[in-house]
């Protein structure tokens, strides 16, 4: 009785090794297949949709667009805010995933932690952050909106980084309050003197080389610039500037008649929320 009863278990114990076994191969096979398969285009880290990169301009920090972000998210239901990127002083990432990869609109937060570099470290920077997208989250294709010096920093970017095996193809962009021509006040200089400062400055180097490189600006691209009567630092005249840039057939210009809209509350406006939605998304 026992010997029996003891053959029986190991031919048991044996049979349920051998499905095991044969069920791990076909588990191992079936996910071979999911990932391997030819014209497959799912990818565990790929984002939905086209994703829109926000980068907030001279001296700004995380709460610049942190609130517009929170209501467009919370309060509208417009999407998520997705991956925060911050950038170092080096040029170095960390990258925060702050909501699901399958959000649909998705957002993405910038954050330079040297806020008063030049347009072309910061370009440099923001460069650093698309390829990331580009390499770890098989993002093709992206939305742009810089608030102040980041739209400009936005334009510099796509003018300058346009190769799209390492870069995502921008297919929209949103400057808000962005002095195309500099700032005007000579006060604010007195103040401010690092380098981003010198770039902001009329006639500045940095700005000329925008306005002849013009023609580096590609045709694809459709480009709203948003601005307000009452932003005292970055004036409609030099918002409006950017018509020296972008051709009129690409570019939609938004003057808001608000004495009381001020620079900074431009991207704490709900108003200007809905433009910016339904600018990138409404269509």
């Not at 440099?124 to 098989?138: C, Q, R, T």
């Not at 810089?146 to 920093?153: A, E």
């Not at 709203?224 to 409006?240: M, N, Q, R």
């Amino acid at each position: 009785m026992n010997d029996k009863f003891s053959n029986t278990k190991g031919v048991n114990v044996l049979n349920k090794k051998h499905i095991m076994t044969i069920a791990t191969v076909l588990i191992i096979l079936l996910g071979s297949f999911l990932t391997f398969t030819p014209g497959s285009k799912v990818k565990s880290n790929q984002l939905a949709g086209i994703p829109t990169i926000f980068i907030h301009g001279y001296k700004g920090t995380y709460n610049s667009f942190a609130n517009m972000l929170k209501r467009l998210e919370e309060d509208n239901g417009w999407g998520e805010k997705v991956l925060l990127y911050e950038v170092t002083k080096e040029g170095k990432i960390r990258v925060v995933q702050t909501g699901s990869k399958n959000a649909d609109p998705a957002y993405v937060q910038v954050v330079l932690e040297d806020n008063r570099a030049s347009f072309e470290d910061n370009a440099k920077w923001l460069s650093h952050v698309l390829a990331h997208l580009k390499e770890n989250y098989d993002v093709p294709r992206v939305n742009l909106v810089g608030h102040s010096m980041g739209g400009i920093i936005a334009l510099k970017y796509i003018m300058e980084y346009q190769d799209n095996e390492k870069f995502p193809q921008t297919s929209k962009l949103i400057t808000l309050g962005s002095p195309f021509d500099g700032i005007y006040s000579k006060e604010y200089f007195r103040i401010h003197r690092d380098a981003a400062a010198i770039d902001l400055m009329p006639d500045s180097a940095a700005l000329n080389i925008l306005r002849t490189n013009k023609n580096a600006f590609p045709n694809h691209i459709k480009v709203l610039s948003i601005g307000s009567t009452g932003d005292f630092i970055a004036v409609p005249e030099s918002v409006k500037s950017l018509q020296d840039i972008v051709s009129a057939n690409h570019l939609q210009q938004i003057m808001i008649e608000d004495d009381s809209l001020g620079h900074s509350a431009l991207h704490e406006n709900k108003k200007i929320d809905k433009i910016i939605y339904d600018y990138l998304y409404g269509e």
